[in-house]
């Protein structure tokens, strides 16, 4: 073959082994950053960031002087196809500072946001009322609610709907509005770093990880089928939140107001399960009161979700995982709470950051985010280029299959979790129901916040409509509305943690669709026999080895083949039979309860309640 293709592959060694070196580098200075969000390390990380830079512009330059197209080993193609998408290192010095200083600077805005208490809030009320304007400092002392653990659970306890307004808007002024500006130029940025990659703006560069042409078109029929689970259990919870908050606040053929659903974001519906739930009296499936009073840890949760992934034959965490992971909020100092699991680059080196609260969500996160981290170890002998997920929604998609089985009743009793199931069809209503407020309530948000960014990156929303475009798409896919009334002064897209950390999203959306094609595939592979929902497959060492066989491609080979790998042959394509088969009696039981009122909703300005 070619003697270029011979020098590639030379050249292909040396840069990996380079690669992983500055990446550990980089890494180490992120990290030390989001676990100490000071000025200093904010300096480190700009100034280490450029140096990669210039490390991915030197790869970039010796990578496409090589006829890489023409080589026959695909692998190598592969590796050279990844190498010739440069990514942001493709600015002009001074353009990637300034990039990387707004995205910081961003960072730091949404991580240490606090509010006031509402008390306080109604004390300030009060005392203008006198004209007393001097407002005593101790006010501002007492600001120090912040997102994690603070406001997440005054959001899952209160049910006073002025309090939750209160909070709602209170974090919307101290996060998204702060950064509107700042945003607007990181998009500017971003699309300049995009064009010299060759593609029209960076949404069309974030979708290039999907590697398919028909990809939005793929996503929109997948909505339209699962459009009518969200609309059924969105016309049963609306009607549970009338009956508790009274139909004057919430109109039977409206949207939701967002603040009412016991998530800052309305992006999952759990916190309202306890009273809206279809067979009240049962055991709660949520086990967090058990959680605590078994005085469970941090670390305890940890070691049962470590125990699960071992329970299947796959790898455990290695030592510098338990030795320098961040698994509880710091008291002594700021960090990015908002969970993540790093990979070092370096084969040894991997650590989870999460600020963890002793509930069953954060429970259900940590495996999601030991997710991550089996999948970095499962693809660690890969080149550097290969360590990444055979698609993104892949690496959001492991820790969520395991987390379907831990969530069954039969596995939260076999940990003693839970100390009786109600092991009936009115029980089987009761689960199913809490895991589609985890699961089908997120669908059109899991949608919506890429489609909302794509709509920016590609100008066809404009700077001056950003929010008033982003309450269209709320309304339109979510079926929710904003408490107070919301103008182009705010930013509310920026009050969600992805938007300021510029983490894409729609692999959530895709995520949660083919990890119900995952389950199945690993329930067969299992043995299981029975409802898809009541599959746990702990203990499976079949199961284990599909899953690693998956995982170990790392994105060697496009994802088209690891889901053909996953499923036996059936399909290499997104899926949602298998989603619906698992809510299938839950639908079924929804669609009865709702058949003599209005599904789906209407309003005439998506900026307000009506
Ligand atoms: O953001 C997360 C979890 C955080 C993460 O693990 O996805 C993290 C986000 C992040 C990305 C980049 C920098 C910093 C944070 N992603 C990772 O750690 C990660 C690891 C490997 C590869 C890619 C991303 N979940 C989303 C979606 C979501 C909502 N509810 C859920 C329940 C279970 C799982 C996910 C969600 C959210 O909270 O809105
Ligand atoms: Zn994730």
């Known amino acids: 073959d070619n003697p270029d293709e011979a020098e590639g592959f030379e050249f292909l060694q040396t840069y990996d082994k380079r690669a992983s070196q500055e990446c550990y580098l980089s890494v180490l200075s992120n990290w030390a950053y989001a676990t100490n969000l000071t000025e200093e390390n904010k300096q480190n990380l700009l100034e280490r960031s450029l140096v990669y830079a210039e490390f991915q512009k030197e790869a970039w330059k010796n990578a496409t002087s090589f006829a890489w197209k023409q080589f026959k080993n695909p692998s190598t193609r592969r590796l050279f196809k990844f190498l010739s998408i440069l990514g942001t290192a493709a600015l002009p010095t001074e353009k990637l500072k300034e990039l990387n200083e707004i995205s910081a600077s961003m960072e730091d805005t949404y991580s240490t946001s606090k509010i006031c208490p509402y008390s306080l ?15 005593s400092s101790s006010e501002e002392e007492n600001c120090t609610l912040s997102l994690e653990p603070d406001i997440t659970r005054i959001l899952k306890k209160s ?35 995009a064009r010299l990659n060759g593609f029209a703006d960076m949404g069309e560069m974030w979708r290039e ?16 089928q699962l459009l009518p689970l969200y609309e059924n259990l969105h016309a ?54 058990q959680m605590v009073e078994q005085n469970m840890t941090a670390l305890d949760m940890f070691n049962i979700s470590e125990e699960f992934f071992s329970s299947l034959g796959l790898k455990e965490m290695p030592p510098p995982f338990w030795e320098h992971s961040v698994i509880e909020k710091p008291t002594d100092r700021e960090i990015v709470c908002h969970a993540s699991a790093w990979d070092f680059c370096n084969g040894k080196d991997y650590r989870i950051k999460q600020c963890t609260d002793i509930t069953m969500q954060d429970l259900i996160t940590v495996h999601h985010e030991m997710g991550h981290i089996e999948y970095y170890l ?9 360590r990444e997920g055979a698609n993104p929604g892949f690496h959001e998609a492991v820790g969520d299959v395991l987390a379907l089985s831990v969530s069954t009743p039969k596995h939260l009793k076999a940990i003693s979790l839970l100390n009786e199931i109600a092991d009936d069809p009115e029980g089987d209503i009761n689960y199913l129901y809490s895991i589609a407020l985890d699961k089908i ?37 979510q079926g929710v509305c904003p408490p107070v009334k919301r103008t182009e002064e705010d930013f509310d897209p920026g009050a969600k943690y992805h938007i300021p950390g510029n983490t894409p999203y729609i692999r959530y959306f895709v995520s949660f669709v083919i990890q119900f094609q995952f ?43 690891a889901m053909k790998i996953m499923t036996g042959g059936k399909t290499n394509k997104m899926d949602a039979a298998p989603i619906i088969e698992y809510f299938d009696p839950l639908i079924q039981w929804l669609k009865e309860q709702n058949k003599n009122y209005t599904l789906g909703w209407t309003s005439n300005d998506p900026t307000i309640c009506p």
């Not at 049910?159 to 808007?169: G, H, P």
């Not at 499962?378 to 290969?386: E, I, K, N, V």
């Not at 590609?458 to 269209?472: D, L, P, R």
Request: charged share 30%; aromatic share 14%; glycine share 6%.
């Open 121 to 135: 809030q109604v004390v300030i009320t009060d005392e203008s009322e006198n004209l007393d304007d001097d407002k």
């Open 159 to 193: 049910q006073n709907y002025d309090e939750l307004a209160y909070v709602w808007k209170a974090w919307r002024d101290s996060s998204g509005k702060k950064i509107r500006k700042r945003y607007e130029r990181f998009v500017e940025l971003s699309n300049d770093a």
């Open 441 to 477: 309530s997120f669908l059109p948000f899991g949608y919506l916040m890429d489609l909302w960014r794509w709509g920016i990156f590609s100008g066809n929303t404009s700077v001056e409509e950003m929010n008033t475009k982003w309450w269209e798409l709320r309304l339109k896919y």
């Open 378 to 386: 499962q693809y660690a002998d890969q080149p550097s280029l290969f």
């Open 519 to 561: 389950h199945k595939a690993l329930c067969e592979a299992a043995g299981h026999e029975g409802p898809l929902y009541k599959c746990d497959i702990y203990q499976s060492k079949e199961a284990g080895k599909l899953l690693s066989q998956v995982l170990q491609l790392g994105s060697s080979k496009p994802w088209t083949e």
């Open 209 to 224: 990880s999907y590697e398919s042409d028909t990809f939005l078109e793929d996503l929109e029929n997948l909505w339209k």
């Open 236 to 289: 049963y919870v609306r009607r549970k939140l009338i009956s508790k908050y009274g139909n004057d606040k919430i109109r039977p053929d409206g949207p939701i107001p967002a603040h009412l659903l016991g998530n800052m974001w309305a992006q999952d519906w759990a916190g309202v399960q306890e009273f809206t739930e279809p067979y009240p009296g049962k055991p709660s499936l949520d086990v967090t009161p």
